[in-house]
């Protein structure tokens, strides 16, 4: 079928709305009729070739050696159209979030209850289909890569059913797309990853998306204090909406102006990094204000190319801190999307606050713009 399509053809190119062709599902697919995308700076990230593998693996995996043309999006939520042979889990009309990491539930991660690192994780960056290795998505002659293996800038996707989560018909679609990916994350990255108890002091540097699921995720764990750092005043103001009791611009800020006082030169039990862009003096900044003891998590995902960060290593070890990486806020896909959607619809949980607007499929390069300059807290592309 022909489907618009929000597509990037080159590095630093722009979202271009083109006519696609996306064949029907083989075996184990889905066709979703979407609903709502969300667009998170992964997206830019993946368009300023970013999120990428190197070009000898990408020729391994997928027949050329760049990632390019390209589908983008990775979070949102539609319903199911049609089912391929061999579906087991999802039916026609059954409302669906999707996952940027598919959960095959057979692979030693996911039986081990950890299918946010489940092994077809490793076919996220581009490449065929990974129920049978052929393409579904062309441009023309050529065949198109989709981000995670979704592509949710597209009226339509065809995808396997491991990266589908299926969500009762009454909980919103817009919110389900939110917390697909971005909300989700920053909330593990807090519960999960970050072990935040009650009484800890956290701190939250970069308050967008994941930033505001992060301060939602400490809130909700009984953080007594959530510091929420932002070079931008509008995400701190919107921070202290949802739960952060205390804002400021920079590390240095909280730790002259608010921690001394705060908990009396303790520091930070967690802190808990979502920015956009994660650059290496920012994670000796974060170590800077935890306590000893304490946990730095990093859930900002850095350029590709990134290998060397500032850390001093000997306050590290003298402090016994831990610095620790997660995807998906270490928490199960099918577990914390429901679980968050639930905790929306009974008016306990922030995701609408966080829509700063909603775009066209035409607009996914305006919407780009206004994630960059700041505008956007979160944009929200509706089909
Ligand atoms: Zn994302
Ligand atoms: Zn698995």
């Known amino acids: 079928m022909k489907v618009n399509a929000a597509v990037v053809t080159e590095e630093y190119g722009p979202w271009r709305t083109e006519v696609i062709e996306i064949d029907e599902p083989h075996a184990h697919e889905v066709k979703v009729k979407m609903a709502y995308s969300g667009l998170c700076f992964s997206d830019e990230s993946l368009r300023h070739g970013n999120i990428t593998l190197d070009p000898e693996v990408l020729e391994m995996i997928s027949g050329r050696r760049t990632m390019f043309p390209v589908v983008g999006g990775h979070e949102g939520s539609g319903i199911v159209e049609s089912v391929g042979p061999e579906v087991t889990t999802l039916a026609p009309g059954d409302h669906v979030a999707v996952s940027f990491i598919p959960s095959c539930g057979k692979c030693e991660y996911c039986v081990s209850g950890r299918s946010y690192i489940c092994d077809w994780g490793a076919t996220t960056v581009a490449g065929p289909m990974i129920s049978d290795g052929t393409w579904r998505y062309h441009l023309g002659e050529e065949n198109l890569n989709r981000m995670c293996q979704l592509g949710t800038f597209a009226e339509y996707m065809v995808v396997h ?138 859930t900002s995902a850095a350029a590709h190319h990134l290998t060397t960060i500032e850390l001093n290593v000997f306050m590290l070890s003298m402090t016994n801190q831990e610095i620790r990486g997660t995807v998906f806020g270490s928490e199960n896909p099918r577990i914390q999307v429901p679980r968050l959607l639930r905790l929306h619809h009974e008016g306990k949980f922030f995701i609408d606050e966080l829509i700063t607007r909603e775009y066209s499929i035409d607009e996914v390069q305006k919407a780009a713009d206004d994630l960059a300059s700041g505008e956007n807290l979160r944009g929200v592309i509706r089909f």
């Open 161 to 298: 059913e491991a990266s589908l989560i299926r969500v009762e018909p009454w909980l919103d679609l817009r919110a389900a797309a939110l917390i697909s990916c971005g909300v989700s994350t920053g909330f593990g990255s807090a519960v999960n990853r970050g072990g935040v108890k009650p009484g800890d002091t956290v701190a939250v540097i970069g308050c967008g998306g994941v930033g505001s699921g992060a301060i939602q995720g400490a809130v909700m764990a009984g953080a007594r204090a959530v510091i929420a750092i932002d070079t931008n005043q509008s995400k701190i103001d919107r921070a202290l909406k949802i739960g952060a009791t205390h804002g400021c611009a920079t590390t240095l800020d909280a730790a002259f102006n608010i921690l001394p006082e705060l908990t009396w030169g303790k520091l930070c039990d967690v802190v808990i990094i979502t920015v956009d862009n994660l650059t290496s003096e920012l994670v000796e900044q974060a170590r800077s204000i935890t306590a000893k003891g304490g946990v730095v998590v990093i």
